[in-house]
């Protein structure tokens, strides 16, 4: 067939010029321009041609922005993308910036960043604009948790430090082209999308009472929520939440919406996020004849009532504007009492009551301060210790715990222990030097011990523990200490037996072989040969003993008798060992111990090593004169082995 070249290009006013070689006269497009524009429509997609039109126009007026053209160098500094034909400028050399005249300097101060992160790639729009993405706490929600979260997006000013215009709500449940914003905004963006109500009823559905049907339930505006229903809310968000505020704390584009206001530009409020979590504290003021128990927050050195929070959220505390977030989920559930129900009033004829259900228990999470007419202080006591076993995967954790007056605490708990005396409070004040001494001598037991910073205990993997006799030098070192140690029970894939294996060996001699009668007893519990074989055959130092424990092989014990169980045949208390594995009966006998091997051929292996040379035994008369010199030896050799007791075999052309 004949070949028809075509030109099809588009030109600056956004229409096509086209060219065939054909003959088509009546019509502007010929079959082959229809063919060809069909072909690219089907492969390409209908913006085809914003992706090949010459665009050196666009790209150098993005360029001009920061002092360069097409002509110059751009490899690594900039990158062009086009989203729906539209062409974008991403800059990738981060210390190259912009020539064009300055935009006013924003008033805001950025704050020192406690972490140094590489700056956000910017993204320009054709027009050089940077659109930057906006977080909004909005308070005008009517049921729990008090906030919705919304964003928003606007031009920035030239250092991205604030927006320059009316801002663009988003509606999260659509669409929304994110190519304008940098990588750090695009995370934000799903960040908040999972935050969402609807992603929050998900939650719900899988989790709650109503699994499946929360979503059909009328909420009626004003009813409070079921108490497991929030824990379940708060469950969700919260870490989400507090991985926002981690990585969005210096972010100046975060807003607060006030109760009652419209979403409007004028009504948002900038807002700092704050990346220092919060506890509660709490303070017990007597009060002549009652009691009153305040929940505070402390900011920055300062307790603040919580009845300051600024916003009708107890999920979040709002504060000269900055918003702040609890340490864990279990404190916003403690916060929810006091928003409900305000300071907790209590009077004498219930103090004790409160005492040991509420104001206890809150001693062992949270800082409570008592009021100096209800407490008596102990300090300098010395602790009881223990130490406790744990699996973590891999490793073995020995957690030490402390016992003062029977109250037990971990080294990563309080400084103080409150105990109830009567109608007053004993607070005991710990021994932290104590403490910290003996989680020192422990930690010199290994160099390979871990520290878990969470629950101040040490951890050491399975392997290390069961290497060089460890694990017994480590028991013989709590017994010299006197430290109790429990959790072996509890343990599943570190069930060691702390009995060291007790083995008596006995070796007897047949004509050609050696007999070893084995007995090997960890505590009560004792082993047969099969298992022993088992575990060497798979390289283990420990052996399944029949109480689910794992009896452990020292080294020294692998080191002597390993050899003999290998090559050695039997399952069940004997094994049988030919004579020509006499030198593993050499080396056992050589270095025994008569308190694990005995043997009932001493005599005759002692007469067995004394052999320097065969006597020279003259031979009977009848056939001295008829024997070979070789088979006078053979004879020699018989009589020599028939002396010590040995069996012997001989060729048979010896002619004997």
């Excluded at 930057?132 to 729990?144: C, D, Q």
């Excluded at 704390?249 to 109760?259: C, G, K, Q, R, V």
């Excluded at 694990?471 to 029970?489: R, T």
Aim: with cysteine.
């Amino acid at each position: 067939g004949e070949k028809y070249p075509l030109v099809i290009q588009k030109n600056d006013e956004r229409n096509f010029d086209t060219s065939c070689t054909c003959s088509e006269a009546m019509h502007p497009l010929c079959e082959h321009k229809t063919l060809l524009f069909l072909q690219l429509l089907n492969a390409f997609g209908p913006h085809y041609y914003d992706t090949i039109r010459n665009m050196d126009k666009e790209k150098n007026k993005l360029l001009q922005i920061y002092g360069y053209s097409l002509q110059d160098d751009l490899d690594g500094k900039f990158e062009f993308i086009y989203k729906e034909g539209k062409p974008f400028l991403k800059l990738l050399d981060t210390s190259i910036k912009r020539v064009a005249a300055p935009v006013p300097v924003s008033s805001y101060t950025q704050q020192t960043m406690t972490i140094a992160e590489e700056p956000a790639t910017e993204v320009l729009t054709a027009d050089g604009k940077i659109i930057r993405l906006g977080l909004v706490f909005n308070f005008n929600a009517k049921t729990y948790p008090g906030f919705t979260i919304d964003t928003l997006q606007g031009e920035a000013d030239d250092e991205a430090r604030k927006f320059v215009n009316k801002t663009e709500k988003l509606d999260l449940t659509k669409f929304v082209n994110t190519a304008v914003f940098n990588e750090a905004d695009k995370q934000l963006f799903q960040q908040a999308r999972k935050l969402q109500e609807s992603e929050v009823n998900k939650y719900l559905n899988r989790n709650s009472p109503f699994s499946g049907i929360w979503e059909n339930i009328i909420q009626t505006e004003g009813d409070d929520l079921p108490e497991e229903t929030k824990a379940l809310i708060t469950e969700y968000l919260h870490p989400k939440l507090k991985k926002v505020f981690e990585e969005q704390a210096t972010n100046p584009y975060s807003f607060i919406l006030p109760l009652g206001k419209t979403f409007r530009t004028p009504n948002l409020v900038s807002a700092e996020l704050s990346d220092d979590f919060i506890s509660p504290v709490f303070k017990v003021i007597a009060n002549n004849n009652h009691f009153e128990i305040v929940c505070m927050v402390k900011l920055q050195g300062d307790l603040i009532p919580f009845t300051q929070n600024e916003c009708n959220s107890s999920l979040l505390f709002q504060y000269e504007g900055t918003i702040y977030l609890w340490k864990k989920p279990e404190d916003v559930l403690q916060a929810e009492k006091f928003i409900k129900e305000g300071n907790i009033q209590l009077s004498k004829s219930n103090w004790s009551e409160k005492l040991q259900k509420v104001i206890l228990p809150l001693t062992k999470e949270y800082q409570v301060e008592f009021d100096k007419s209800l407490i008596t202080e102990i300090k300098d006591t010395t602790p009881d210790v223990k130490l406790m076993l744990q699996e973590k995967g891999d490793y073995l954790l020995f957690q030490p715990i402390f016992n003062y007056g029977g109250y037990e605490t971990r080294l990563t708990d309080k400084a103080t222990i409150s105990i109830p005396d009567g109608d007053k409070i004993l607070v005991i004040h710990r021994n932290t030097e104590a403490e910290q001494a003996f989680v020192t001598k422990l930690d010199t037991l290994h160099t390979m011990f871990v520290t878990q910073s969470d629950s101040g205990s040490l951890a050491l993997r399975g392997a290390d523990v069961l290497r060089n006799n460890w694990f017994f030098l480590f028991v013989d070192a709590m017994k010299e200490m006197k430290i109790p140690v429990f959790g072996f029970e509890a343990l599943k894939n570190f069930r060691f037996n702390t009995a060291r294996p007790t083995t008596h060996i006995h070796v007897s001699s047949g004509l050609d072989w050696f007999d070893a009668k084995v007995e090997i007893e960890f505590g009560k519990e004792r082993v047969g040969i099969a298992d022993i074989k088992k575990a060497l055959a798979g390289k283990q130092s420990f052996v399944q003993l029949g109480d689910g424990t794992l009896g452990i092989l020292p080294d020294e014990w692998l080191k002597k008798y390993a050899l003999l169980f290998k090559v050695g045949d039997g399952r069940s208390d004997k094994l049988r060992l030919s004579k020509y594995h006499m030198s593993v009966i050499d080396e056992l006998y050589e270095n025994r111990d008569e308190t694990e091997m005995s043997f009932a051929l001493d005599e005759k292996y002692e007469r067995l090593k004394e052999f320097k040379n065969i006597p020279e035994v003259p031979a009977p008369a009848e056939v001295a004169h008829i024997l070979r010199p070789y088979q006078l030896s053979g004879f020699q050799w018989l009589n020599y082995l028939n002396d010590v007791g040995w069996g012997g075999i001989l060729a048979d052309d010896m002619g004997l």
